[in-house]
């Protein structure tokens, strides 16, 4: 085992049913850096056998600020094009803990599987069992199968099942960033889930500098632009889109972050208990985590009202279908409760399409959204984020400030929204500690490498 | 001087476990932590956060906190004077030889402090 | 291999009345290059067993359960393999149970009549009031002054050289008023900031210091040597090198040659044990994934007359994980029949551990998946460290074999 790297991609022979271990050098590590760039890489080299990649950046798990993301890396069956999508919460942390930095899963299995990674360890179960269940299910029966309740699962729910191309990938209960239709191509996979627990250990080639500088540059985040907000219901509103917060908030229980982040960006929402009851109590389903600022604020321009938000919300994650999408749809068909849904839901699935890419107002550069299309997802909001970066001005200065926060974002392991509220994160900072943690001989130009392979 | 937990102010972020998990081992892991913010109810939010200090486990939750004598399983009775310690997850030791708690220092909301 | 440099041929108690401190003696037994090591429950001393052993180590539990469990068979065992040149290490309950008593069951171990200070006909006062020095035992007149950190000075016997004044961990052990039955290696000499009085400080000063920590006794052509505190405990290297030199001497003093690994060891495709070797990590790690998550619960079980915690589950396996690595080594061995045993006991302490986690989520009673688990998890850490130290030794006699081949 490397610093802050277990050196180890994992191939999952779908069709065989078999796994296997690559050793993967420092030498790819000094040319890709790591996450999207190295998914790529991977991608490419598996390109033959239909591959999706999940994987980790170098500091995905550390102290750095926001270091939560996980990578997921395909080709889109909306778009055809090789996308990635971020997913953090404790997601990202806990694959690069099972003691392997990527997951390669190439060919289709014959039947459903899950996968169990733990301790460097990899074994694939049949999910006959689990297969037609919805995504809260998976989580929870899996976590009650194999004992312990913080073992992380990315699953997939009905809309992946049936192959649609709204399907969306889902982390436990709640939904991540993909925008790409990824949870379809799991579906076609015959892959119902992944589950995680990383007990593992990383050194570092420096360990008291890399503390010491990560220390320093959370004690400057957390008193700068951040320190005055709270949950990802304050960006539509601090961005022009209207007043999601004062809408929404008569529902919030409270905030929480992802790992190792300084802002609580994550806001539940209560709707079938009080949601001032911080106690626990014997209602097991009180609620919904926002994730997703933009599946909010569509709901709320769909005209939906808080409390139907947050139960739609539940519903699309649980049936694993992208929540704009479900916006679009509701919108289109002017439906604007969720009691006239909630019925019949599943037979609802097959008629929502795949927009929703992009939930922002028009006025929000389209230069961005395009080159969201190519590469990165619209979960991350398109402007900065409470702080000033000195680089947002016309669309296309927007829109290469917001690529290029996406694209060292995805490759070093930062979640990509916190990339957008922290300006004192930036390439020397990410450089420094990629630095003091691997010993790898990175540059800036390195990173400028890494990000270019992404989005050319 | 002992550490206090708020778990009111806890965004279950984590970073008290791996820089606790790094003191111990040198290394990033959370195996070996003396605290742990409790993330087991996700489904619910509920939360929580655990200290183990010398003889004791804190469990500070949103109910109050709660000081559990270690070894000692009957309300009221005491420890076990025979009772062998599981070596596993050392007692916080306020980081000797660092310049103070790093769960302190790392955490973004207070939810752990230094002690009077 | 001469006497000299012979390794000893040891043996762990891990049988009835064990708690979980013997796999102290394998951290320290494995640090210091000794890795003849079997592990004996009761029915293997009972057994005969001892026979090709040059030493017996016993650390702490409950004594009457392991007087209960070895019974007078394994009293007259312990006594003919002590006479026949064995050497018997005891800490804790070990040493209890060779000391004089006159309870029932424990009286047939007698053989060290030194009397323990920390008995007596009227308990004092605890401290605070409470009744905590006194142990949830069938032995209602023994008492603990202190536990924790205490100081010990050697008196200067050959096998216990070293600093004059070391720091040993006292969890319940005896205070042994020297005498001339046995001579005394260390006595009780002090306390630390670390030590947690029990009764009032003059009571325990009283009662511990001037006293015997270790002693040792001839019996025969052998030797038992008796430790109040913990020599063995991993954090304190100067009192485990007392415990070496120890072994050591029971190598000198027995007869014989280093065990080769079992016989019946059958070689197997590379393959075929990489894959089984694979499943039993993936086992381990699937039980050790469930101990962690039971330990924010808080649970007990209060089996015989000791209360178990999940930590202690975890204890077991994390001394087992730790070597897991060496189960890949390029020369380890190749046995499939002893890996598969461990393995199927693993999957069921797996399956134990599953539906116990299952059951207190439920809110119901895990008491009967307790006490099926801890023996279980028992038994299979000998298995495995027998197996793990199997694979050491050969690898450490190839080795020698190589040093003294001139080709």
Known sequence: MGNLTSNIALIVDLAAGKVTQEEIEDDFYAEHVGGASANLALYNKYIDDDPVVFGTGLLTGTLFPGAASGVITGKSPKTGKVCHGPFCLYGGTELKYTGFDFIVLKGHSAGPVYLWLHDQVADVHDASGLWGTDTWAVTESLRKSLGEDLIQVISIGEAGEKGLACADIALNYWPIGDRWGFGQVLGKKNVKAIALRGLGIFDLARPAEFVEYCRNLHVKIRSGAISQHRGNIEFPDYLGEGQVKPWIEPLVHRCKACFACPYPCNTFVKYREDRSIMKETDVQEPGFLLTDAAAVLAMKKAGLSGEDTGKLLELSSRHGVNSLAVAAHLQAEGITTYSAVSEGFSGLLEGIGDDGIFPWSPEIPEACAESAQQTFSTWTPPKPLFADFKAAGGVEETAAWWTRRNGLAYVTGICPIFMLMAPEINEESLIEALVHGSDLDLTVQDLDKAVAALVG | ?116 | MNDRTRKTRLSIYVGKGASHSWTWFVDLLERAGQYDVRFFDEHDVRGRKLLDRDALLVAGGDTFDLAEGLGEAGSKELEHFIAGGGYYAGSCAGAYLMLKSSKELVNLFNHVRVKIRNHVNELPPAQNGAAKSYPRYRCADIFHPVRDEVKVTFTGLDACQGPAEITVPLFGGPVMVPSGEASTLATYSGFTRKTIFLVNEELARDVVLTNAAAIRKGLGDGMIYLFGPHFEHPRYQAANRVVTRIVEAAARNGAGAARLPDPSTEPASSAGIDKLLMALKSEFSNSRIVAIALQRYRLSWPIGLKTYEPPKILHFLDAVWRRVPSLFEKNRLQDCRKVERILHRTRKITGLLRSMKLQVDDGGDTLHLAEELFPELRKMAARFLEYHFEGKLAAQQADEHRWRSPF
Not at chain 2, 101 to 115: D, N, R, Y
């Open chain 2, 1 to 116: 001087m002992e550490l206090v937990v708020d778990p009111l102010k806890c965004i279950e972020c984590g970073l008290c476990e791996l820089a606790c998990g790094y003191h111990w081992d040198d290394a990033l892991s959370m195996i070996g932590a003396s605290v742990v913010a409790y993330r087991s109810r996700e489904k619910k939010n509920y939360f929580g956060m655990l200290l183990k200090t010398e003889d004791s486990l804190i469990l500070g939750r949103p109910e109050g906190i709660e000081i559990q004598k270690i070894g000692v399983t009957v309300e009221g009775a005491e420890a076990d004077p025979s009772a062998k310690p599981i070596l596993l997850r050392e007692p916080c030791d306020m980081c000797e030889g660092f310049d103070g708690p790093l769960c302190v220092q790392f955490c973004p909301t207070q939810a752990i402090t230094k002690g009077a």
